[in-house]
């Protein structure tokens, strides 16, 4: 499964991906929105990861830029942020494929989510 992780705080980035890299997943990492939007037109994405404030792009930007590419109309999008008090109420989610969630989420709860978005009834099961 192929995951885009979008933030311009390298540490914070490095930690997610290296998280998420040891757990199975393909971590396609950008810097910001403009680098996401690099990796939407040349890669197959399962599941897209973006902080909203980035420089150049921000991630309210790049979920636009995907929405419109009929392949990622249904992705699921985690928007992660460290001002989520000041974007809940500004931005439209659609609660089957938009999510909301802190920077300071512990990132085995954002592991358990990608796994319930990902598998979903299927997480955790032995096949």
């Given at each position: 499964m192929?995951?885009?992780?979008?933030?311009?705080?390298?540490?914070y980035?490095?930690?997610?991906?290296?998280?998420?890299?040891?757990?199975?997943?393909?971590?396609?990492s950008a810097h910001d929105g403009m680098e996401g939007c690099e990796v939407l037109a040349t890669t197959d994405i399962d599941l897209i990861i973006s902080d909203?404030?980035?420089?150049?792009?921000?991630?309210?930007?790049?979920?636009?830029?995907?929405?419109?590419i009929e392949r990622y109309r249904k992705t699921k999008f985690i928007f992660i942020s460290g001002f989520k008090d000041l974007y809940a109420g500004a931005i439209t989610l659609?609660?089957?494929l938009d999510f909301?969630?802190?920077?300071?989420?512990?990132i085995k709860e954002i592991l358990k989510m990608v796994d319930r978005?990902?598998?979903?009834?299927?997480e955790g099961a032995w096949i």
């Open positions: 192929d995951i885009l992780l979008v933030d311009d705080n390298e540490d980035l490095n930690l997610v991906k290296e998280v998420l890299t040891a757990n199975g997943y393909t971590v396609h909203i404030r980035m420089p150049r792009l921000d991630g309210l930007k790049l979920h636009a830029f995907a929405r419109e659609d609660p089957k909301l969630l802190e920077k300071t989420t512990p978005l990902i598998f979903g009834q299927l």
